[in-house]
């Protein structure tokens, strides 16, 4: 029996240990994750527990310090840049290299191999916009062109490789045990796309959907609603500006044609509205210390771990801190001894549809300019994980890849939609970041831009001497006016790209009379810019709320640009509010009910602030949320793909014209007026805010948009925090909305000591299991700031431990 007994608890202890070493779907080998010695429990320390004095890695020309202040900011300090830029990739990795190997992996369209066939139509756009295409582009374009520089990249590459090929099971970043895979080789190629990852998540188009609107609309309506310049246009160049340049010749070829037919295909995700990104900079003239204040604060998703990495970097010959991205060289948004810099999203229409025609099924020949013209495949082969791999043929034309076709996002066999998208071209933008960080004039920052392409940013500058200067940087088409506003016809040599705008027409400003510089993601210039500009999501509520501030603000100190960065000022609804009570108080209130009244009363009392206690921001926020609805619910309701007229031209059209056709819905039997949708949009917050009171308590404003920092990995919800107490919002300077914000903030003031002050949401660390992982982000939800004032070497005992990198 006991024999029997045996064999029972022997198979039964066997089973459990193949089970517990086995992967069932989305769960991971239990065994090793639950392993004392290697599982999840190793990740349970905090960095400076771990520190070692000396580390060896083979590469270094000279022994490379790095010292750890209390923010776990490391400060390098190497004799050449060679050795700078292999200790960084070194030191990024101990850190952050989950977040670095799966970014890339998003943007070379591989999360298949690490989630399963969940993914597979992500990792389809992906590769089917030229994402992976386009790295290969700029890895090439650098080894043939810039070999100093992808000799740095290189270093940078053997650095984060050093420190996989020493990472022990027990140290393995968590996500890797979770997810159960691991890190792979880095390499140049990586760093390339992890800069091309970033162009796509900051690009967006609307070119479909405003191809649809023209067929909806027509021209005229079309253009009324969704006009090339707001009336209250603040662009990021300031208006007066006198262009000294004589402009390229465009012309809008005669007998241009859109394509006619309606389209349906599913879209593209584009970025979200009404998150965009501040700089600016003020000149010596407007502070108290007679010395140029630059600040910056991009707005991206908020995620753990953070976008952003703080660190500085020394040689020398340079002195460099700020915001790095985990995985490229250099600092991106930051500041040296001599200048400082910080960059905004420009949105700048870069990305254009062609409509191609093929001459039969098998698509090797498409037709351009009435001629059959061979076109190109690339497999691409998606891994996937627990399965077998998925194969995907992308054809390429002249324009571009074929993005949407019958077995992409289109359901017609004629569909067949390429992508012209100035990220494909050959590209060097780590010389950019590069040459900044070593910059020490005007003239330095200029040639560092003259390298840049994608994706279009407002670089705002700062120097020491007295400089402040914006320049809107990109490679830009040189377009006709409209052209790819809409979908164009790729058989039509007409619709091509000429030329590009020269890189010293592009729009810039140094030391303007009114004293400082500023952007805000608004239209990059007035009319009297004698190119084309275009995009559809230009901001049009935060640069006009920051150059007013700025306008009036004098003895300007840190402090005020850090309370301005954190300014919670809601000028839509300022402007909106007024028109939308008009129409309710125009209204008898003799029978209205005792909440109707109140929630007036709170709307009429607000001084237009988002404090996380105010209930008014709310109940606004939900008002012009079912207002906007209403008004465009028959464009909304559209099969087509459309986009909708934005928030400051609902309002106009709501101010200026309350009895237009436009609020006339064509379901209802009646003719609607705008008072007709205030009244029931109204009613439709009363009844949210009612639940919202029960669900959650309370309607603050805090508890309604619910500010989120999620992993980077949504499912991992205990890595995330939820409920952060902070207000401001989408279209406000502190555009801290539930899931974007500022995901860095940065105020420096350029004296004969730069005095600096940086934060972020989230923590240095990439382990969860750390003290660091969330440190800042406290911090970052008040409005405060940490010292990021340049560190010398012989400031260690100030240190919270120091490593020495030997050879």
Request: hydrophobic letters at 40%.
């Amino acid at each position: 029996m006991k024999y029997i007994s045996f064999a029972i608890a022997l198979i039964i202890t066997i089973s459990l240990g193949v089970a517990l070493s086995l992967q069932f779907g989305s769960i991971p080998p239990l065994g090793k994750l639950l392993d004392p010695n290697h599982g999840f429990w190793q990740n349970a320390y905090s960095e400076d527990q771990l520190a070692k004095d000396e580390i060896k890695l083979s590469g270094l020309s000279s022994p490379v310090i790095i010292q750890y202040d209390e923010n776990l900011i490391p400060h390098i300090f190497a004799q050449n840049e060679e050795d700078l830029y292999r200790a960084q990739g070194y030191v990024t990795a101990q850190h952050r290299l989950w977040q670095m190997e799966f970014q890339t992996m998003a943007a070379a369209g591989r999360i298949s191999e690490i989630v399963g066939s969940m993914a597979i139509d992500l990792d389809r756009m992906t590769r089917r916009k030229g994402m992976p295409f386009a790295a290969e582009q700029g890895i090439q374009f650098l080894e043939n062109t810039d070999p100093e520089t992808f000799k740095l990249v290189q270093a940078y590459a053997d650095g984060v490789n050093q420190y996989i090929e020493s990472l022990t099971d027990a140290r393995m970043p968590i996500e890797f045990k979770i997810l159960n895979y691991r890190p792979e080789k880095w390499s140049p190629y990586k760093s390339i796309l992890l800069l091309k990852y970033m162009a796509d998540m900051l690009v967006g188009d609307r070119d479909l959907e405003y191809t649809n609107l023209h067929t909806i609309l027509g021209p005229e309506l079309l253009d009324k609603l969704f006009p090339l310049f707001p009336e209250e246009n603040d662009p990021v160049i300031e208006a007066d500006k006198t262009w000294d340049f004589t402009p390229l010749q465009v012309t809008k070829p005669e007998g241009v044609v859109y394509p006619n037919d309606s389209i349906f295909v599913k879209t593209m995700p584009q970025p979200e509205p009404g998150v965009g990104s501040n700089n600016w900079a003020v000149a010596g003239s407007k502070s108290a210390s007679g010395k140029p204040i630059l600040a910056n604060d991009p707005h991206l998703s908020l995620n753990l771990p953070s976008l952003w990495y703080a660190m500085q970097l020394t040689t020398p010959n340079h002195s460099v801190k700020g915001a790095t991205l985990p995985g490229a060289l250099g600092i991106i948004s930051g500041f040296n001894e001599n200048i400082a810099w910080g960059v905004t999203n420009a949105t700048r229409d870069t990305r254009d549809w062609y409509a191609i025609t093929f001459k039969n099924d098998d698509r090797t020949e498409y037709l351009y300019n009435d001629q059959w013209i061979q076109s190109t495949f690339r497999i691409e082969e998606i891994k996937v994980k627990g399965e077998a791999s998925y194969f995907d043929t992308v054809v390429y034309t002249h324009h571009g890849p074929v993005v949407y076709d019958q077995s992409f996002r289109a359901e017609r066999q004629d569909v067949n939609f390429a992508l012209k998208w100035t990220a494909h071209l050959p590209s060097n933008e780590q010389k950019t970041f590069l040459l900044l960080n070593k910059g020490k004039s005007h003239e330095d920052y200029i040639a560092a831009l003259d390298h840049y392409t994608s994706p279009a940013q407002n670089f705002v500058f700062a120097s020491q001497s007295g400089d402040i200067a914006m320049k809107v940087q990109g490679r830009f088409p040189l377009k006709w006016e409209a052209q790819g506003k809409f979908l164009m016809d790729g058989n039509d040599p007409k619709m091509e790209w000429k030329d590009f705008i020269p890189n010293e027409h592009n729009a810039a400003t140094l030391n303007p009379t009114r004293g400082f510089v500023s952007s805000a993601n608004q239209h990059s210039v007035d009319p009297s810019y004698p190119y084309y500009v275009f995009d559809n999501s230009f901001e049009h509520y935060r640069n006009r709320r920051l150059n007013q501030r700025l306008a009036e603000m004098n003895q300007i100190t840190i402090a005020d640009m850090m309370e301005l960065q954190f300014d919670n000022f809601h000028l839509h609804a300022f402007e909106a509010l007024p028109v939308m009570m008009n129409y309710i108080q125009a209204d008898s209130l003799i029978n209205a009910g005792v909440e109707y009244v109140a929630y007036l009363k709170d709307l009429a009392d607000w001084n237009f602030f988002t404090f996380p206690n105010q209930t008014a921001p709310t109940l606004f926020h939900l008002w012009w949320r079912y207002l906007h609805r209403s008004v465009w619910e028959d464009l909304r309701k559209s099969e087509l793909p459309v986009v909708l007229p934005n928030n400051y031209q609902t309002v106009k059209l709501l101010a200026n014209e309350p009895n237009s056709s436009l609020f006339d819905k064509k379901t209802t039997g009646i003719i609607e007026t705008a008072k007709d949708h205030v009244m029931a949009s109204f009613d439709s917050m009363i009844v949210q805010v009612k639940k919202m009171e029960q669900d959650k308590g309370d309607y603050t404003w805090a508890n309604q948009k619910n500010t989120t920092i999620q992993h980077l990995v949504p499912n991992f919800k205990s890595f995330s925090y939820e409920g952060v107490y902070t207000g401001g919002g989408a279209g406000i300077l502190n555009a801290t909305s539930e899931r974007h914000g500022a995901s860095w903030r940065m105020v420096v003031e350029l004296g004969e000591e730069p005095e600096a002050f940086g934060i972020y949401p989230g923590g240095q660390s990439g382990n969860p299991g750390s003290k660091y992982y969330d440190s800042f982000l406290k911090k970052w939800a008040n409005g405060e700031y940490v010292n990021f004032k340049l560190k010398k070497m012989e400031d260690s005992q100030t240190s919270l431990f120091s490593t020495t990198l030997k050879p």
